[in-house]
């Protein structure tokens, strides 16, 4: 896939849907190429759980609880997490190989790719928020355009002190 925020069309949909692959393309991009070593540092000493596996990671689960669980109203049978360790996909993430993360998160992509090219925007979730609301698809893709592009901020200053690597 091209890494490109410029839409082909301007209409809703297609913005959405194409800044979210550049998000998603940007989180693959920085973390492509770093060591295991690197992928596992935490060199941040408020934030031990921040790692470029672990955010990668992150985001790959962030996707699966908002499109399955929250919009399609799945049961949450795949997802990392417990009760006793919330952010556990952060400390799998940190352990796993990127390839092996990356390769996950863009076949998972992938096929949220297709759900969304088939459903309306207005589409409401299944499930609420903590807050009673049902969101739309819209908002459902806005906010991982947002998770996503928050945390490459960090995925960026993590590659800048793992090895030095900068860039767009």
């Known amino acids: 896939m091209t890494r490109t925020d410029m839409p082909p069309a301007f209409d809703e949909r297609t913005m959405l849907t194409t800044f979210l692959d550049y998000a998603r393309a940007t989180a693959v991009a920085k973390c492509a190429g770093a060591s295991a070593q690197d992928a596992a540092k935490a060199p941040l000493p408020g934030s031990p759980l921040m790692t470029l596996g672990g955010l990668l990671s992150h985001l790959r689960w962030v996707e699966y609880w908002w499109v399955q669980v929250m919009f399609l109203g799945e049961e949450d049978t795949e997802g990392p997490w ?52 049902y969101v739309t698809l819209g908002w459902v893709l806005m906010h991982l355009i947002e998770e996503t592009s928050r945390h490459n901020g960090h995925i960026d200053v993590l590659r800048e002190l793992a090895d030095g690597t900068t860039g767009d």
């Open 82 to 133: 417990t009760d006793e360790d919330p952010d556990r996909e952060m400390r799998i993430g940190a352990r796993t190989p990127l390839p092996e993360l990356i390769s996950a998160y863009e076949e998972q992509s992938a096929r949220y790719r297709e759900l969304v090219a088939a459903t309306d925007l207005a589409a409401t979730a299944k499930r609420p928020t903590r807050d009673g609301t």
